[in-house]
């Protein structure tokens, strides 16, 4: 886990808080957030996150309805255009703004659980095939056993991935419903997933059937590409998978 912190000028940025650094100073002692440091106190993404929640309207939080959260997947079926960079630095920014984070790495490449500093190799892995396959055979999926915490109080989860994920097509191409696997999954554990404020997917470049079944969960691709005439391409073949899934299901997903 990653003690990240930002100094008061930033964490009062962050919380949108407009009064002065006295007030903010007092509304975080007012909130019991440590005073270690004095003036040069630090603020954790779970602190900025008390303050907003301080700032909203009173009892706006209470009693959340369970929903899936929005989710920010990050696509393209060209390779190195950015989107791991991407999707970790999105992700950590929302969360150091206050906002519950849930990554999901969806690439057997596992390039975001190492940008976090995961070793793959070494540690016990639980990835997002994994839990679909679980849920598909009907077997508990434990999804927050699978979560590795990379902010302090669940501020930024990951549900890191290894190579194994590579084999997902092949048990995926037998499965019946297999677009729907994932969207099956966040609906059935709805508890799990309910409890966060949006979900980050790193998908893998190309179109398989794991990156068809993360993206049909979608409502909102992100298209990261760079400004050459092979992402053009690229962005063609991405707008075609989407035209065939909203064809095949009369969804209306959008990039
Ligand atoms: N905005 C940027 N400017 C310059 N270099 C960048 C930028 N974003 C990412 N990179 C670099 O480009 C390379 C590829 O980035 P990244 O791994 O994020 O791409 P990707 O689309 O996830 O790749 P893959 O398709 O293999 O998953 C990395 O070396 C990264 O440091
Ligand atoms: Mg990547």
Same mark, same amino acid.
């Given at each position: 886990?990653?003690?990240?912190?930002?100094?008061?000028?930033?964490?009062?940025?962050?919380?949108?808080?407009?009064?002065?650094?006295?007030?903010?100073?007092?509304?975080?002692?007012?909130?019991?957030?440590?005073?270690?440091?004095?003036?040069?106190?630090?603020?954790?993404?779970?602190?900025?996150?008390?303050?907003?929640?301080?700032?909203?309207?009173?009892?706006?939080?209470?009693?959340?309805?369970?929903?899936?959260?929005?989710?920010?997947?990050?696509?393209?079926?060209?390779?190195?255009?950015?989107?791991?960079?991407?999707?970790?630095?999105?992700?950590?920014?929302?969360?150091?703004?206050?906002?519950?984070?849930?990554?999901?790495?969806?690439?057997?490449?596992?390039?975001?659980?190492?940008?976090?500093?995961?070793?793959?190799?070494?540690?016990?892995?639980?990835?997002?095939?994994?839990?679909?396959?679980?849920?598909?055979?009907?077997?508990?999926?434990?999804?927050?056993?699978?979560?590795?915490?990379?902010?302090?109080?669940?501020?930024?989860?990951? $549900?890191? =991935?290894?190579?194994?994920?590579?084999?997902?097509?092949?048990? !995926? @191409?037998? %499965?019946? &419903?297999?677009?729907?696997?994932?969207?099956?999954?966040?609906?059935?554990?709805?508890?799990?997933?309910?409890?966060?404020?949006?979900?980050? $997917?790193? =998908?893998?470049?190309?179109?398989?059937?794991?990156?068809?079944? !993360? @993206?049909? %969960?979608? &409502?909102?691709?992100?298209?990261?590409?760079?400004?050459?005439?092979?992402?053009?391409?690229?962005?063609?073949?991405?707008?075609?998978?989407?035209?065939?899934?909203?064809?095949?299901?009369?969804?209306?997903?959008?990039?």
């Amino acid at each position: 886990m990653r003690d990240f912190k930002v100094k008061a000028r930033l964490a009062q940025e962050f919380s949108r808080f407009s009064g002065s650094p006295k007030a903010f100073r007092d509304l975080s002692n007012e909130l019991g957030i440590t005073k270690e440091g004095g003036h040069h106190r630090l603020y954790s993404a779970k602190d900025i996150r008390l303050i907003r929640l301080k700032l909203l309207k009173p009892g706006s939080q209470e009693g959340r309805p369970y929903r899936i959260p929005p989710i920010l997947n990050f696509r393209m079926t060209k390779g190195g255009t950015g989107k791991t960079t991407i999707a970790g630095n999105v992700a950590s920014t929302l969360a150091m703004q206050g906002h519950r984070i849930l990554m999901i790495d969806g690439d057997p490449q596992a390039s975001l659980t190492s940008l976090f500093g995961i070793d793959w190799v070494n540690e016990e892995i639980t990835h997002i095939g994994e839990l679909m396959r679980h849920y598909y055979k009907k077997q508990s999926a434990n999804v927050e056993q699978a979560i590795l915490p990379i902010y302090a109080g669940n501020m930024l989860d990951l $549900i890191p =991935s290894d190579i194994t994920l590579a084999d997902a097509d092949s048990w !995926l @191409m037998g %499965a019946t &419903n297999r677009e729907a696997m994932f969207k099956r999954l966040l609906n059935t554990e709805i508890a799990f997933f309910s409890t966060y404020d949006a979900i980050v $997917i790193d =998908s893998a470049p190309g179109t398989t059937l794991l990156t068809n079944t !993360l @993206m049909f %969960a979608c &409502n909102t691709l992100i298209a990261v590409v760079w400004l050459d005439g092979q992402s053009i391409e690229a962005m063609r073949v991405l707008a075609s998978n989407v035209a065939e899934l909203n064809t095949a299901f009369a969804l209306s997903t959008a990039i």
